[in-house]
């Protein structure tokens, strides 16, 4: 995708990644719009990056989603890229109990909030040139992380999602492109400065090195052997991975 003078909404983007990629994009001149749920979080990020735009936004409620796709397109009528970045991951225990709301949550904000908010712009974007879809997906699309499985899961769901989508969608003048991240050292998880995190400047430079390629799916090198992993070897690969994570684990807080 070209990577200047687009018209840019990313939806989660107050933090982490979507902060990341925002100030990225915002940097090489195109009007970046941003949401979230907290107005002092936008306000933050902007006020840091002027000229770029926000909206108040739960990815969860499908009427706000409605609500502002017309917005935008009536705003920024020069609208192009969608960035479906916004998603929480909880760690759960699919051994034991999981909370329903936490689950309704997860798979509300990761998975239906895409779909939804994808729709609400489509027609728009057909209209584009240029038109571009980004989706966030994970490496645990490919290598489930069993102590978050259904984050996991939803994120399985959305390479799925991007999978149809881009099949359906072509010849219609709208790309749909897949970012894959691993694990990048932010906040969704816990920022904890551990070196099996890959720092998110990093991450970041990596990805738009990607989209500028015009990939329609953008991971890093260092994943190559878990995107390669469904297959007939996929259980014990997943059994191994997560066996080492477990003799290793992954910080979940202070």
Sequence with gaps: ???????????????????????????????????????ALLDEVTKANPGMRSVELDIQDPQQIKAVAAQLVKDFPTLNVLFNNAGIMPFDD?????????????????????????????????????????????????????STAVYSATKAAIHSYALSQRFMLAGSGVRVVEISPPWVDTDLIYKSGDSRAMPLPDFVAATMQGLAAGKDEVYVDAIQALRDNPGSGEHGFVNAFNQSLKDNPIPVGH
Aim: charged content about 15%; overall charge positive.
């Design 1 to 39: 995708m070209k990577t200047s003078g687009n018209t840019i909404f990313i939806t989660g983007g107050t933090s982490g990644i979507g902060r990341g990629i925002a100030e990225a994009f915002h940097k090489l001149g195109n009007q970046v719009i941003i949401s979230g749920r907290r107005k």
């Design 94 to 146: 699919a051994a034991g109990a999981i909370d329903d709301d936490t689950a309704v949550a997860t798979v509300t904000t990761n998975l239906l909030g895409p779909v939804r908010m994808t729709s609400a712009l489509l027609p728009h974007l057909k209209t584009q040139q240029d038109a571009v879809v980004i989706h966030n997906s994970s490496v645990l699309a490919f290598v489930p992380l069993a």
